[in-house]
Structures are given as C-alpha cells and as structure tokens.
C-alpha cells in the first residue's frame, strides 16, 4: 500500500524556520517525482515545489522562492521542505505528493506562523 | 501563471442527478488538467488525470471531457460520497496551478 506521512509541522514565529519530512512507503520512492502543497484552512490549494526522482531539477512557486528547500533523501525514502524566513501568509497544511499526476498524497501536517 | 477559472462556485444536486463541473484555462494547457476531490478534512484524491483518463479506483460515473482551454468533470449520477469539493488542476506550465473549487452540495 502506497503510504505518505507528513511531519514536522507545528507553530513558529514570524521569521523563524521549520523542516518538513514526508517518509514514503509502499513503492519505489527513488523513481517518482514528488511535490509539495499547501492549503489555507478553508481555502484553495498552491502547488509550491516539485523535485524529480534523483534531486537534480527542482522549482518553486514565486511566494517561496529563496525561502523554502526541497530536497529528498532516496536512501531514506524521504522527502524534505525546509521553511525560513516564515511569515503569516505561510500559515497552511502542507501536504505531499507522489509523482506527475499527484496520485497519491499524505494527510498533511499544519504549520502556523504568528506571534 | 495559468488562472484556472472553476464554474459554478456551488452546485445543488440531489443524489441520482447528473453533476457537470467546468474548468476554463487562461491559456492552453495541452490537456494536462486533471480533476481531485477533497471530503471535508482530508487531502485531495486524484479523480482524472490528462482531461480524461480515470485514476486506478475511481468509479465509471466520474468522467472527464476537454481540450485547450476549457474542460469538463461529469459525474452520471451522484452518490452521497461525492458530495465534497471538486478541483481542477493544470500541470502543462509551471507553476502548477488549482482552480478555486466547486462545492457540490446535497439539495
């Protein structure tokens, strides 16, 4: 069973930084491109980063470029988002994303920004 | 970026009736939208992909029509479980972008 579990959210202040896992199972993580997005309680989502299988092309929506990282680890079948310089407007769930078509995604894990 | 467009915001069907979403793209897209539902507190779920080809588990009655710019989720008779929100999504340019959503709600 293909399965994405998301960690690492919780409350930070304006300007601070957190780190986002997403630990994949159930396939050949090494072989698919991954994503992340995110969605405001109550409102729409944003695709922000995507990655390919072996970490070589990686792009950003422009609200997070220079901010945010993604990265993976395929010998630990996971995947990263590193966030600095938070601000309000990052507060979301983010979630994962398995592949081109988004197929399969993880539960989500909230990040709130406030001070 | 591309602004997908999602018609109408709500729609109040009873279950049995026939639901038809639209999604309009502010440029081509070269029929790369895809279609996912979101039930109240869980992620989107992959329904379409490629304007048209059903993910693996999705039921018959959801199908996907479309090309260029303006595309279709029909859904042949409504089930109580597809009562959530419906959205489209482009992935021929990036940044990958979502429609605003279409509630489907029970009349």
């Known amino acids: 069973e293909v399965q994405l579990v998301e960690s690492g959210g919780g409350l930070v202040q304006p300007g601070g930084s957190l780190r986002l896992s997403c630990v994949a199972s159930?396939?050949?993580?090494?072989?698919?491109?991954m994503h992340w997005v995110r969605q405001v309680p109550g409102k729409g989502l944003v695709w922000i980063s995507r990655?390919?299988?072996?970490?070589?092309?990686?792009s950003y929506v422009d609200s997070v470029e220079g901010r945010f990282t993604t990265s993976r680890d395929n010998a630990k079948n996971t995947l990263y988002l590193q966030m600095n310089s938070l601000r309000d407007e990052d507060t979301a769930v983010y979630y994962c994303?398995?592949?081109?078509?988004?197929?399969?995604w993880g539960q989500g894990t909230p990040v709130s920004v406030s001070s | 970026e591309v602004v997908l467009t999602q018609s109408p915001a709500t729609l109040s069907l009873s279950p049995g009736e026939r639901a038809t979403l639209s999604c309009r793209a502010s440029q081509s897209v070269n029929n790369f939208l895809a279609w996912f539902k979101q039930s109240h507190g869980q992620a989107p779920r992959l329904l379409i992909y490629?304007?048209?080809n059903r993910a693996t588990g999705v039921p018959a009655r959801f199908s996907g029509s479309g090309s260029g710019t303006d595309f279709t989720l029909t859904i042949s008779s409504l089930e109580p479980e597809d009562f959530a929100v419906y959205y489209c999504?482009?992935?021929?340019?990036?940044?990958?972008?979502f429609g605003g959503g279409t509630k489907v709600e029970i009349k």
């Open positions: 490629d304007t048209s």
């Open positions: 990655i390919n299988s072996i970490g070589s092309s990686i």
């Open positions: 994303a398995r592949g081109v078509y988004g197929d399969h």
């Open positions: 159930g396939f050949g993580f090494s072989n698919y491109w």
């Open positions: 999504q482009q992935r021929g340019i990036w940044p990958f972008t």
